[in-house]
Each structure stands twice: as C-alpha cells, then as structure tokens.
C-alpha cells in the first residue's frame, strides 16, 4: 500500500502544486459546455426532425422532407461520433476554408450527433401522445404547429424526459474523444497530469470519480425536473 | 348556414360515405343517428374537415371548406366541436385550455395589424392590447365556467375533474369562440350514466338560446326532446330525415324501423 501512496502524493504534487487544477477545471468547463450546449442543439434539432416525421403526408413537400430527414438521422447514427468529430475538423472545414476552434466543432458535431438520436426519441414521445390532443387543438382552430408546440410537445416532453436525461449523460461521457481534434477536455486534462508526472493510476481514478459524481448530479437534477413536470398528472 | 353537397368519404378501399346532401340552417338542432360502423361520426368529422372529404362539397357561411386550398383554421373557429373522450390539453388548467384559442388567435391577429401598420400606408386601427386580449378572454372564460357552476376549478388541471365535469368544460371551451355551430361527437357515450345528465343539460340549454347543434348521438330521449330534425344514416347514405315526432312516431324507412326497434 506504500506504493499507492506515494502515486497520490505524486498526483497532488501534479494536481495541486504544478497547477493540474486549472487544466482540470479547464476541461470540465469544456466537457460541460460541449455537453449542454451540444444536448440543446440536439433537442432543438430532434424537435423539428420529429415534427417532420409525424406531420401528415398528403403532400410532395412533407415527403421530400421527410426523405431529408431520414437521411440525416441515417448518416448521423451509422458511422461513430469519433469519426464525424474527424471528418467535420479535418475534410469539411479545411475544404470549405474555415478556421474554427476545435471547441466550437465539438458543439457544433455533438448537437447534430444527439439531434438524430433525439429526434427518435421525440418521435415516440409524440407518438405517446393521445392523438386526441392534437385533434382537439385543430378543432379551435388552431394550427398544425401552435398546437404542437404549445400541447404536444410539452406533453411529449414529459413523457421522454428520463431517456432525454439517458441522452445527456451519454454525452458526457461521449466527450471524452474530443482530444482526437485537440479540445482540451477532463480526459485531456488528467492525461496530461499523468503524462507530465510519468504516474497514471490516480490521475485516471480520480477522473472516473468525477464523471461518476457528475452523471449522479445529472440524475438527481432530472429526478426533480420529472416531479415538477408531474403536476399535471397529480390529483389534488 | 352549412351546405352539404354530395359528401364522399373513402379510407383507402373503403367507401364510407356515399354522397351525402342535407342543409343545416342557423338555429337547426339536427341529431344524427345510426348504428355503430354507419358513417355518422365520420359524418360530423368531415364537416370540419378533421377528416378531408374525398368527394364533394361543404359549403359553410358561403365557402366550401371542403377545397383544400382554404385556410382551414379560419373557418374552424367558426365551428366547434366536441368529442367522445372530451380531449382537454392535459398539460393546461381548466382556465387555460378554455383562454387558449382565444387568447391565440386574438394575439396573432394583432401581431398581423402592427405589421401591416408597420409596411402599409393605409393603417389598420388597433383597438386593442396584449394585455386586453388575456384580461378579455378571462373574464368570458370565467363568465363560462360560473355558467357551468365550475369557477372554483379554474385553476386545476383536467386529470382531477369527473368525466362529466371534463365534458361540460370542453363544450365551454368550444363556446368560448363564439361559434356559429358546434359538432358534438357523441358527447356522453364515454361518460358514466350518472353524469349523462349533467351533460345533456347544458347541452338543452344551449339549444333554448339559439346555437346551431349536430350531434351525434345514442341518447334517443335527448334527440326527441330537443332536437327539430333527426337523421338516419347508414352505410354511408342518409336514409331519413324528418322532425323528431315522426321520425320516432312513423318512421317509414324498414332499417330505421328495425334499429328503433331495437334501441328504444
């Protein structure tokens, strides 16, 4: 056990004196950031993908949407989230001549990424919903998307919320592989500890403590969320 | 006031109405009756083209409705409805759900003036604010529920009412457009036999202030007390139309008569 000990001194010396605190705290900013913003874009993405899907299809226009649609969540949930982050940062960009920081195209690819697995998730979740609800929308006069949006979805919403949270806390973890196009991440962060202190073991359980503490915040958040949405189930 | 003109409705393959022709007239209560399967739900449905007519025409307030090229929603406004499983919005109070429409369109349609005053040199006077147009429909939406002796659950959400409270609040909520008529789809076949009453209640006491009604209906009482026309479909086709007492009292049609004889 004096080994394990003499690691842990290693790492505060790493951690606390050589400033690995900062870095740290760097890339769980980062993580988070490429997380939220990333499950945002995502939602709202999801949103309008499964508005298209279930909008009714008499008309060339919803098709050929619909066809779009299906596409995108095609190509987006067939090949790795690693391999879109290396395809966006290094073929699209250099091709169409834009610079932008590798943390913007984490956001910007996890949010096309979570939208295409949202957007099925949205889709039974307003395929959950009585169709009733919309009809009774209609009826006042009330329009396809007013009444989507203002009963539907939030009803929809309800119902998808703990996978919706399934899905957040995917991309928490799912952001470790942004270092593959240099984003300074927690995983990037505890590396390079244990890179410049030649000692990986704590570094890496300490890294996994964290992304556990994290996801159990995220639960406990969703767990509250859930009851305040219930109220409109609950018989007073 | 609605014209129906040669109605046709197919599900695929299946053809469920006919060619359907009947005049519904301003003040009209018409019942509509048939056995289960008949088309007189698909019927009702059509008229607010919640189901497109394949065939046909509705002509309603001088439009036919039944073209796909009007704006649909304009006209619906105009044209309540009513349903089986009441369908309140879950996620909105009582009070919301009667305010919404209203509060909506009325929004929209100040939202559509201040941007046409904004483009146009010809302006459009605005009477009203956003603030007037929530106080107003409150203040009619809570004027409807102390009709139906409801204002204390203003504030609740559907899921605590009775079904025949849920249904009393939906008809309200269709009144609070102010409609020209109401489509009910028959409003208590999902309600327990207490409640029926409360129900029909409300329902005669919009007949006696005038409001053009068709319902679709399995209360035969009701039809024949406050209803002043009464028609008989089946397989899609209008087989017959007459004044309740001699719809029920001499019925000349043998499957009308061999349906009341079964029914009543």
């Known amino acids: ?156 919403v309800k119902n998808i919320l703990p996978t919706l949270g399934n899905e957040f806390i995917a991309l928490i973890k799912e952001t470790s592989v942004v270092s593959f196009v240099g984003a300074s991440d927690l995983y990037k962060a505890f590396n390079m500890i244990g890179t410049n202190s030649y000692e990986f073991m704590v570094p890496y359980l300490v890294m996994a403590l964290i992304y556990i503490a994290i996801v159990m915040l995220i639960t406990l958040g969703i767990k509250l969320m859930e009851r305040g949405l219930r109220k409109s189930d609950r018989r007073s | 006031m609605i014209d129906v003109v040669n109605l046709q409705k197919s599900f695929g393959k299946v053809e469920v109405l006919k060619g359907i022709d009947i005049t519904i007239n301003k003040g009209d209560i018409v019942c509509v009756i048939g056995p289960s399967g008949s088309g007189k739900s698909t019927f009702l449905r059509c008229l607010n083209c919640m189901e497109d007519p394949t065939g046909g025409q509705i002509i309603f307030n001088g439009v036919n409705i039944a073209d796909m090229h009007v704006d649909i929603n304009l006209h619906r406004r105009k044209m309540g409805m009513v349903f089986q499983q009441f369908n309140l919005f879950n996620n909105k109070t009582v009070l919301q759900n009667i305010m919404l429409a209203p509060v909506h369109i009325g929004k929209t349609e100040l939202r559509k003036a201040k941007w046409h005053n904004l483009f146009h040199k010809d302006k459009v006077e605005i009477t009203t604010t956003k603030a007037q147009i929530v106080a107003d429909a409150k203040e009619n939406a809570m004027q409807l529920l102390r009709r139906i002796g409801l204002e204390d659950k203003a504030n609740v959400y559907p899921s605590t009412l009775s079904g025949g409270q849920k249904q009393r609040v939906a008809i309200i909520r269709a009144m609070a457009m102010n409609p020209d008529v109401i489509l009910f789809d028959e409003p208590t076949s999902a309600l327990d036999p207490e409640m029926v009453g409360e129900v029909l209640d409300l329902m005669k006491s919009l007949a006696k202030e005038g409001l053009t009604m068709v319902i679709v209906t399995h209360e035969m009482g009701f039809a024949r007390e406050v209803a002043n026309r009464v028609i008989f479909i089946d397989e899609g086709k209008i087989l017959e139309e007459a004044p309740p007492e001699e719809f029920f009292g001499n019925p000349k049609n043998p499957r009308l008569k061999d349906f009341l004889s079964k029914v009543l």
């Open chain 1, 1 to 156: 056990m004096g080994s394990f000990a003499k690691k842990v001194d290693t790492f505060l010396t790493a951690f606390i004196d050589n400033g690995g605190y900062v870095s740290v705290l760097e890339g769980l900013k980062n993580t988070m950031i490429i997380a939220v913003f990333g499950l945002i874009i995502g939602i709202l993405i999801g949103t309008v993908i499964a508005t298209v899907r279930v909008l009714p299809k008499y008309k060339t226009l919803p098709r050929v949407l619909d066809a779009i649609c299906s596409f995108y969540v095609g190509l987006f949930r067939g090949t790795p989230i690693v391999v879109q982050l290396l395809v966006f940062y290094y073929v699209l960009l250099p091709l169409m001549g834009v610079h932008m920081s590798s943390l913007y195209v984490s956001v910007i690819v996890f949010g096309l990424n979570s939208g295409a697995y949202i957007s099925e998730i949205m889709r039974s979740g307003i395929q959950s919903v009585d169709h009733g609800q919309m009809e009774a929308g209609r009826a006042v006069g009330l329009s396809f998307g007013t009444t989507m949006l203002n009963i539907v979805i939030p009803q929809a």
